[in-house]
């Protein structure tokens, strides 16, 4: 609403203190008419020790440009100003807020990370409308109460800071989404966080947390949760049952055993290296259905079971620094991108194949399954009944796994015999990959662009286009709305747009790697449903390695910081 409807019949000044006189060259006026056009002002990085008295009263004192000029066209009308909506005011010197935060109660979005503040004030609990407040990189020891009134934030980054405690009410988030608490030194999580029914996102990592609340699994939309660098000697065995969890993070904790995750079917990241686990069972794995990564390094593994063959979907294994002294010949079979075994003291495969990397390993592994013939769970299902159509198939991945897999025969078309041996079984995931199919093919193949009627596909989750020849994401993806997961690794692609990509809100886990992308779109960042982004293998300077290694989280928040503002 116009400031002039607001007070109609009156002077358009009436009720305005004269402003602007107070904000010296800290805060330049075209900045501050800008704001009051856009609703949006940034003042980072501009040494600030206190935020100007003109900022606070941007919506209530009459700007200078009215003193200087009193005929106004239809563009320089100053009481239709817009409410600020969006401060940002990071990478200052600030030590405090001042209650006169109150005065801007339109705004969706404060941003005062990398400050020096030791608190914030009660008046925060004026601004009802607030959907983000980042406060990390400050001195925080404590939170005020009066935080818990803001019952639209959807997202509250408190990472960087001094918290020992959580303050109660906390539960009273109840549309919070997303929520960063690390690096603090908080060394418990009260079993109230589990009324954030909302949360989708929690970090807790670097803290000095010994355990997690049983209540936890109540958290029924939780897909990311990190732990990492805790004291954790134990997983509730509730979390088990978190059916939405797609990345979980337990890394540098002091864990003895893996948890069992029967209901986690949806879980697609698994890190827990850098603990003391010493065994690794068939119940660990066998509920793992959707698993791309699984980090294991840096413990005190002895041996990997046969049952890892069940894990169809692990594109990156990572068993380096542990106690293995051999590898069940069934790993071979798995269609792995990446395999650490560095620092295991193994005796049966050679240094020199362990140098060429992973799929000489693999390669290597396969050809023992054939040295040794077929093992006794495939004699089972291989018996003289067994038609020879079946022989060319695993028919014990149809039956127990539901996977058709015909892979690696560089075949040009799949035989009629191929799909007779499925028979009535029930099949969820084919894999034709490694073939010089010309026809609906899926990986290794030759294709370079995808036809626009794929668009009709309105129930698309997963499209595995890698291996192919593609030189940018083909346009129809970004029109299948239901797509979670696209995996186009090893290609040509050289773009990716962020804008369409945002649209994609079902969109969890892009595969990028090994691709020729000179750039990554800083855009890219605000794709915030990703929890899976792999780029590693482009010829792009940054983000640097050390970034990569941070994981999507750390990739996606580094790219967002370098938005242009």
Not at 29 to 54: D, I, T, Y
Not at 104 to 130: F, K
Request: proline fraction near 5%.
């Amino acid at each position: 609403m116009s400031r002039l409807k607001r007070i109609a019949g009156q002077d358009p000044r009436a009720g305005f203190k004269e402003g602007g006189r107070d904000c010296g060259t800290s805060v330049p006026q075209g900045l501050l008419k800008a704001a009051r056009k856009s609703g949006q002002l940034n003042l980072s990085g501009r040494n600030l020790s206190e935020v100007p008295q003109c900022v606070w009263r941007i919506n209530v004192d009459i700007p200078e440009e009215a003193n200087q000029n009193l005929s106004f066209g239809a563009t320089e009308r100053w009481w239709e100003q817009t409410d600020l909506t969006k401060l940002i005011i990071s990478n200052n010197k600030l030590q405090s807020l001042t209650d006169d935060l109150r005065l801007l109660p339109a705004l969706t979005v404060l941003d005062i990370h990398d400050n020096q503040l030791t608190s914030l004030p009660s008046a925060i609990r004026e601004l009802q409308n607030l959907q983000k407040l980042n406060v990390s990189h400050n001195k925080l020891k404590i939170l005020p109460e009066e935080i818990t009134n803001l019952r639209n934030l959807k997202c509250l980054y408190l990472q960087h800071n001094e918290l020992t405690c959580i303050s109660e009410g906390f539960e009273q988030f109840s549309n919070l989404e997303d929520l960063d608490l690390s690096n603090n030194r908080l060394t418990t999580v009260p079993a109230s966080f589990s009324s954030l029914s909302s949360l989708v996102r929690l970090n807790l990592s670097s803290n000095e947390l010994k355990s997690l609340p049983a209540e936890i699994n109540r958290m029924k939309r939780l897909k990311h949760l990190d732990c990492n660098s805790n004291l954790l000697e134990t997983i509730p065995p509730e979390l088990a049952g978190m059916e939405s969890l797609e990345l979980l993070y337990l890394r540098r904790n002091k864990l003895r055993f893996l948890p069992e995750f029967p209901s986690c079917s949806l879980l697609k990241e698994l890190h827990v290296g850098e603990n003391q686990i010493e065994m690794l069972e068939a119940e660990h794995l066998k509920h793992l259905n959707s698993i791309l990564v699984l980090d294991l390094r840096d413990n005190k593994l002895k041996s990997v079971p046969d049952e890892i063959i069940l894990l169809q979907s692990l594109e990156r294994l990572d068993l380096s620094n542990n106690d293995i002294s051999s590898l069940p010949y069934s790993l071979g079979n798995l269609h792995l991108k990446f395999l650490a075994l560095e620092g295991n003291p193994l005796r049966t495969i050679r240094r020199e194949i362990i140098n060429k990397g992973t799929q000489e390993v693999l390669k290597y592994l396969r050809s023992k399954i054939k040295d040794d013939g077929p093992s006794q769970s495939e004699s089972a299902t291989e018996t003289a009944m067994t038609l020879p159509s079946e022989s060319r198939v695993n028919i014990r991945a149809i039956i127990t796994l539901k996977i058709l897999d015909y892979s690696d025969k560089q075949a040009t078309l799949i035989p009629d015999e191929v799909f007779d041996a499925v028979k009535s079984n029930i099949i969820t995931s084919i894999n034709f990959s490694k073939n010089q199919l010309c026809e609906i093919p899926k990986r290794n193949n030759f294709l370079n662009s995808l036809p626009e009627e794929m668009e009709s596909l309105v129930r698309l989750q997963t499209i595995n286009l890698s291996f192919n020849r593609f030189k940018m994401l083909p346009e129809v993806l970004y029109r299948i709305f239901t797509l979670e997961t696209i995996l186009i690794s090893n290609n040509q692609v050289g773009s990716v747009d962020p804008q369409k990509m945002k649209m994609m809100e079902n969109l969890t886990t892009l595969d990028l790697q090994n691709n020729d992308l000179l750039q990554i779109p800083p855009e890219l960042g605000n794709c915030v449903n990703l929890r899976t982004l792999l780029l590693d293998g482009n010829p792009f300077r940054v983000p640097r390695a050390a970034i990569l290694m941070k994981g999507t989280a750390g990739i996606l928040e580094y790219l967002r910081d370098r938005i242009p503002t």
